[in-house]
């Protein structure tokens, strides 16, 4: 990322509120991130940081949700975007991946709520997906809402990837979960789950390379999704 994580509020003069932009205030929140982790950041403490009133901040962002957004398009804004050249089966996936990438990087990408809904990528980056995916087949309405969707389906794998962390870490790792649950229970009783459990036998608790596993195959199902929908159509809509 380019951003400049070091802001430095002008000099304010007696009576007059200091000088900051929005650049200022995307830096400063940056800034408090790297060093105090992503829920450290707000807008007191982006205020603190730029040795500022509220009022002055208010100014530029109505809300800490304002303010998160801002960060998030700073930062998509220079997440590497695929060629549209590329089939646009494998242009999604690298997609994905540059995201995905942005995600992790970015810890303050995964406190806004809405990131899902309302996907802060430049114009630009959205003209991209929507030319690979109409070029492929789809109509333009369709392009829009596949894009749409596969943004929300990455963020959904990333948040449920950094659970897992979570609560592997925690020492209740969704595989030690269902081992310790089965253990409670007859095998005869559960005779498939079983089967999966003894098919996992040398995989350990802590589920070691299962996030790369799980990611890969999530996005393998959703691209065959797309493939029935391009090529077999879709209901149709009104708007």
């Known amino acids: 990322m380019t951003v400049d994580r070091r802001p430095q509020a002008k000099p304010r003069k007696r009576g007059r509120p200091a000088i900051i932009d929005r650049e200022m205030i995307v830096s400063a929140a940056l800034a408090i991130a790297a060093e105090e982790g992503a829920s450290a950041v707000s807008m007191s403490s982006v205020a603190r940081r730029l040795g500022v009133g509220m009022t002055a901040l208010y100014h530029h962002i109505r809300n800490v949700d304002d303010l998160l957004g801002l ?31 942005a995600l992790i990087d970015e810890p303050l990408l995964t406190r806004i709520p809405s990131l899902s809904v309302h996907q802060p990528f430049p114009v630009q980056t959205v003209e991209r997906g929507l030319k690979v995916l109409v070029n492929a087949g789809f109509d333009e309405l369709t392009a829009a809402l596949v894009f749409g969707e596969f943004v929300r389906k990455v963020v959904d794998l990333v948040f449920a990837e950094q659970a897992r962390g979570a609560e592997t870490e925690g020492g209740r790792s969704p595989l030690r979960v269902m081992r310790a649950g089965a253990e409670r229970v007859p095998a005869g009783q559960i005779p498939t789950l079983s089967a999966v459990l003894a098919a996992l036998a040398t995989v350990p608790d802590d589920g070691q390379g299962v996030s790369e596993f799980l990611w890969d195959w999530n996005l393998r199902l959703e691209i065959t999704g797309l493939t029935v929908l391009l090529h077999e159509g879709h209901p149709s809509f009104e708007v």
């Open 71 to 101: 960060v998030a398009t700073a930062l998509l804004r220079d997440m590497q975007v695929p060629d549209v050249r590329m089939r646009w089966d494998r242009w999604l996936v690298a997609f994905a991946g540059s995201f995905r990438a």
